[in-house]
């Protein structure tokens, strides 16, 4: 009974599941939906069950991957991507949908053809990329007449295209890249006029390009025959003229490269070719081509003229690398703004890089190794720049640290083998080793960022100890002082009246009214030595000082600062300095004079004006100072325009025009850069970081005393960088009261000289920096129409109303977070507080400005 039963159930079973399979099968036989079933059924698949790719109960047009007319009757399509279909296409499945026009069955497994797959007479299209065909392709492609789309890239096809592609006669897109053919490109292609498109790249094509193939394509647009074993010429492509992209990149063309350029090509690459001839003489209309590259041939004579490169208002992607090219300066490229990628390895440049690459505001890659190229590293668009390779040149120079904080964003970059110097600690060992190769590194122990921040986390003890002591001295200082105070305050009185009298001579040579002893001095001048720290050799005297600055002449006066008058000059015709005269105060004696200037040469930092070298002659003693090509910040904050010549004004030079120099780059950009938080931010934080080194970085700490708008300069780099550190000392006692206590508006109200009355000075510059506006003289509005008498209790007054927005210069409002802004002049608020106690360090300093630093 109970195997009755079981039995009956098991037959009853059988019975159900094969009248529904056959129900499956036979209610829909040789119908489309039953050919497209099988093939998914049969063709195996990653997913378990290959019924959800297709829904026997639901009309065959409403599945996923199949495509109906418009009348939803007749299958079309077959669109099947990415299924894991694996194995050859079986018979009596997709090779019998009559009406099918597009099939894509690309990203699968798929390896060989049905033998009925070539009666698929009505495909228009068809996508085999991407599979895993190693065979011949059959004869029988040329049955597909009405074919216009044939995809079969990234296969491992072999031997050769059938002839019979010449039935292929509406085909518009051909693709058979990354396959094995390698056969010679059949004469039969040549029949498929339609051809808008053609790629056999990546193949073993080889042998010369079928008879008529230049003339035979009159549509064709885009052809890419790279990384096959073609030979030919370049007067080949020379007749089509439809052609907008042509890639015969990695092959064995011949033959002079100007023949190519006709049409309106957008696209082209000729990399890796034996092309040769001179590309200068290419006569083209430039203003189509978006990509060029024509790297490794054998391409010699010049660049293009400047007319061509003018013209070229599209270009993108220039590379001319490795080549024969003669010796020739920099490339013309100030006109082309599009440029992304500029590859100008091994082409046989000499001179100066242009500086006009700062100008090149979309420049991603930069490649100019292995060249001669000479001079210091120009300004870089660093707002783009991912890729950056200088080795194997001999440029000179420090790399700015500027340039070194940005690598940090770069994909890629590489100085080795040059002449260079740099110092920056945060690089790794493994950076220097790999992209500095042959460089110095030039940081004195001191001058070392890191080196501080690191001795100072791992001996915290000692920190403490340190700070405890500096309290002490401090306080100590401060009692002597307050001791004094009286005193000196009457000392200084009668100095100024002293002083005042004395002021009545411009400089501190009275050349005109005493010529007598002027050509005295003359006669003594060729023996008193110029000392340059860095170039002992260098045998200047003070005649050479004369002579670049024709005798002290009133010409070349850049400003007459605190300590003295500076003057501009040229150094032996190739050093470019300012000369900075002490008014003579002090009671040194010329050792100890010398001995200063000696320790002050030692005194480095990227954002101090280096000390260069020094002369001694007679009474009085020289500061000789890098020259910095960009100005300061006070006329470069209230003397917009630049080029108005004022006192102070160290960029406002003719000598330029007498130079034949050309890697100045004078106020590049630097009047625009001064409109954004973002520069004006970097300024006050470059300050801050020069006064912090001075104040804590340097034993004993060197009080500047003179901390204002005016005593900061912008490098060659646009790099803020703090002059006249440390030349009290030598610049004596002897003073006029507003010198000893720091200029008008940027002095501390206690009149104490100590690192705090420093923190003052600087919360003066970031006010200005941050306002606009002059520390006194300027117009400070209120909301109630009164007035405020100087720009720190104007914006003291508004900070503590919490209205300090209110006082941002509205030139830079726009340009970054006006709640950063605002935090700066709480910080300038805190650095010119009444009490010096309650000022933050210039260590706090550089902390709060980074934690406000625009990203
Ligand atoms: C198949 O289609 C029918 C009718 O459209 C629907 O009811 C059913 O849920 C579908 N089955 C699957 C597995 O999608
Ligand atoms: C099949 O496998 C491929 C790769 O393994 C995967 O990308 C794809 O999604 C899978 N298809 C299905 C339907 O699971
Ligand atoms: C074929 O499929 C690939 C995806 O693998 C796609 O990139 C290509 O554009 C398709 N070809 C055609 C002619 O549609
Ligand atoms: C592709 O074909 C080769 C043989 O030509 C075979 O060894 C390989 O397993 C195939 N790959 C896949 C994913 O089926
Ligand atoms: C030229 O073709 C090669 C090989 O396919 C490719 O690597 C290269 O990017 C192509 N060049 C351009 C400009 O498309
Ligand atoms: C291109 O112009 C620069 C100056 O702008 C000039 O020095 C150079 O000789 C010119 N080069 C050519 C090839 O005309
Ligand atoms: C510059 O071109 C050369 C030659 O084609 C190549 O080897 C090098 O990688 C290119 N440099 C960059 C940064 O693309
Ligand atoms: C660099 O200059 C030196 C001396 O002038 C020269 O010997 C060397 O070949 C130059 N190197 C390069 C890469 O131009
Ligand atoms: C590197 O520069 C120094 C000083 O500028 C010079 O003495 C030296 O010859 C240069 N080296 C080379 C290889 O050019
Ligand atoms: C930089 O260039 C040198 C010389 O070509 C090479 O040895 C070094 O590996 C390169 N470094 C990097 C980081 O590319």
């Not at 009596?92 to 026009?101: D, H, N, R």
């Not at 070229?312 to 270009?315: Q, S």
């Not at 910095?628 to 300061?632: A, D, H, K, R, Y």
């Given at each position: 009974m109970g195997f009755a039963v079981l039995a009956s159930i098991v037959i009853l079973t059988l019975f159900l599941k094969s009248t529904y399979g056959q129900q499956q099968d036979?209610?829909?036989?040789?119908?489309d939906e039953y050919f497209i079933s099988q093939f998914f059924e049969k063709m195996?698949?990653?997913?378990?069950?290959?019924?959800h790719l297709y829904n026997?109960?639901?009309?065959?047009?409403?599945?996923?991957?199949v495509f109906c007319d418009a009348n939803q009757q007749t299958v079309i399509g077959l669109i099947a991507p990415n299924?894991?279909?694996?194995g050859p296409i079986p018979d009596?499945?997709?090779?019998?949908?009559?009406?099918?026009?597009f099939l894509d069955l690309n990203t699968n497994q798929i390896n060989d053809f049905s033998s009925?797959?070539?009666?698929?007479?009505?495909?228009?299209s068809l996508n085999l990329s991407n599979n895993n065909f190693s065979i011949n392709l059959p004869t029988?492609?040329?049955?597909?007449?009405?074919?216009e789309k044939l995809d079969l890239s990234v296969n491992n096809f072999v031997g050769n295209i059938p002839e019979?592609?010449?039935?292929?006669?509406?085909?518009?897109n051909l693709n058979l890249n990354?396959?094995?053919?390698?056969?010679?490109?059949?004469?039969?292609?040549?029949?498929?006029?339609?051809?808008t498109s053609i790629d056999l790249s990546v193949n073993n094509f080889h042998g010369s390009?079928?008879?008529g193939f230049d003339t035979?394509?009159?549509?064709?647009?885009s052809l890419n025959l790279a990384a096959n074993l073609i030979t030919g010429k370049g007067?080949?492509?020379?007749?089509?003229?439809?052609?907008?992209y042509l890639n015969v990149s990695k092959n064995l063309f011949k033959g002079?490269?100007?023949?190519?350029?006709?049409?309106?090509?957008?696209i082209v690459d000729l990399s890796s070719n034996c092309f040769e001839g001179h590309i200068s003489q290419v006569a083209f209309?430039?203003?189509?081509?978006?990509h060029l590259d024509l790297s490794d041939n054998e391409i010699s004579g010049m660049f293009f003229s400047n007319f061509t490169l003018s013209q070229?208002?599209?270009?993108k992607h220039l590379n001319l690398a490795k080549n024969r090219f003669?010796?020739?300066?920099?490339?013309?490229?100030?006109?082309?703004?599009?440029?992304?990628y500029l590859n100008l390895s091994e082409t046989n440049m000499i001179g100066h890089i242009g500086n006009?690459?700062?100008?090149?505001?979309?420049?991603k890659t930069l490649d100019l190794s292995n060249n001669h190229l000479v001079g210091k590293i120009p300004l870089l668009p660093?707002?783009?720049?991912q890729n950056l390779d200088l080795s194997n040149n001999n440029l000179t120079g420090d790399i700015p640290f500027s340039l070194l904080q940005k690598l940090q964003w770069m994909e890629r970059f590489n100085f080795s083998y040059n002449n260079l110097s740099f110092c920056d600690s945060e690089l790794s060992v493994e950076t220097v080793r790999s992209?500095?190769?042959?460089?110095?590194?030039?940081?004195?122990i001191a001058a070392n960022p890191t080196f501080f921040k690191k001795k100072m986390h791992k001996q915290r003890g000692l920190k403490v100890a340190l700070g405890l002591a500096t309290t002490l001295i401090i306080l100590l200082v401060g009692l002597l002082l307050f001791a004094f105070g009286c005193r000196k305050k009457t000392r200084m009185w009668d100095v100024k009246k002293s002083c005042n009298e004395e002021?009545?001579?411009?400089?501190?040579?009275?050349f005109k009214t005493d010529s007598t002893t002027w050509v005295a001095d003359v006669k003594v001048a060729s023996l008193v030595p110029v000392v340059i720290f860095e170039k002992?050799?260098?045998?200047?005297?003070f005649s050479d000082l004369l002579s670049a600055t024709s005798n002290f002449d009133q010409g070349t006066l850049l400003a007459e600062g605190r300590f003295g008058p500076v003057y501009r000059g040229v150094l032996g015709g190739t050093v470019h300095v300012a000369i900075k005269v002490l008014v003579h105060g002090s009671t040194m004696t010329d050792d100890e004079a010398a001995a200063e200037f000696m320790h002050l040469g030692r005194?480095?930092?990227?954002?101090l004006v280096p000390l260069m070298g020094y002369c001694l002659a007679g009474e009085q003693r020289i500061a000789i100072y890098d020259y910095?090509?960009?100005?300061?910040l006070h006329n470069l904050l209230y003397d917009l325009?630049?080029?108005?010549?004022?006192?102070?004004?160290?960029?406002?030079?003719?000598w330029e025009d007498q130079e034949?120099?050309?890697n100045d780059i004078q106020n590049v950009g630097s009047e625009a850069l001064l409109m954004t938080w973002r520069f004006r931010h970097k300024i006050g934080l470059g300050t801050a970081r020069a006064l912090a080194f001075l104040h804590h970085g340097c034993s004993p700490p060197i009080i500047h005393r003179d901390v204002k708008a005016s005593s900061v300069y912008l490098d060659y780099y646009l790099e803020p960088r703090l002059s006249d550190f440390g030349l009290s000392k030598i610049f004596g006692?002897?003073?006029c009261d507003d010198m000893a206590l720091g200029s008008p508006g940027y002095?501390?109200?206690?009149g104490a000289i100590t690192t705090k009355s420093d923190v003052y000075g600087f919360g003066m510059v970031l006010l200005e920096l941050i306002?606009?506006?002059?520390?006194?003289?300027d117009e400070y509005p209120n909301e109630d129409n009164s007035k405020a008498q100087d720009l720190v209790s104007w914006v003291r007054g508004l900070v503590r109303v919490n209205r300090?927005?209110?006082?941002?210069?509205p030139k830079i409002?726009?340009?970054?977070?006006e709640g950063q802004m605002v935090e700066g002049l709480k910080i300038g608020y805190l650095c010119t507080?009444?009490?010096?106690?309650k000022r933050p360090s210039m260590q706090q300093v550089v902390g709060l400005l980074k934690d406000i630093e625009p990203v």
């Open positions: 036979q209610s829909i036989p040789n119908s195996s698949t990653n997913s378990t069950k290959s019924t026997l109960s639901s009309p065959v047009c409403s599945w996923q991957f299924l894991g279909l694996t009596t499945t997709i090779g019998k949908l009559k009406t099918l026009q009925d797959f070539w009666s698929l007479t009505s495909l228009k029988n492609i040329g049955n597909f007449g009405s074919l019979s592609f010449t039935s292929l006669t509406g085909l518009q990354r396959n094995r053919f390698d056969s010679v490109i059949p004469l039969g292609i040549t029949s498929c006029h339609s051809l390009l079928p008879q035979a394509f009159p549509k064709l647009k007067s080949e492509f020379s007749k089509m003229v439809s052609l907008n002079s490269v100007v023949e190519i350029f006709n049409g309106p090509l957008e209309d430039w203003s189509h081509l978006i070229a208002l599209n270009l003669f010796k020739q300066s920099f490339i013309q490229i100030s006109e082309l703004y599009s440029l992304e006009q690459i700062s100008e090149l505001t979309h420049l660093f707002k783009t720049l992209a500095f190769i042959g460089s110095t590194n030039s940081c004195p002021n009545v001579i411009s400089g501190p040579f009275s002992p050799l260098l045998n200047f005297t005194i480095k930092h990227p954002n910095m090509e960009n100005g300061n325009p630049l080029g108005v010549h004022v006192n102070e004004d160290w960029s406002t030079d003719t034949t120099n050309d006692n002897r003073v002095a501390s109200p206690d306002t606009g506006k002059k520390p006194v003289g300090g927005s209110r006082a941002i210069d409002r726009a340009t970054g977070d507080a009444d009490l010096s106690s």
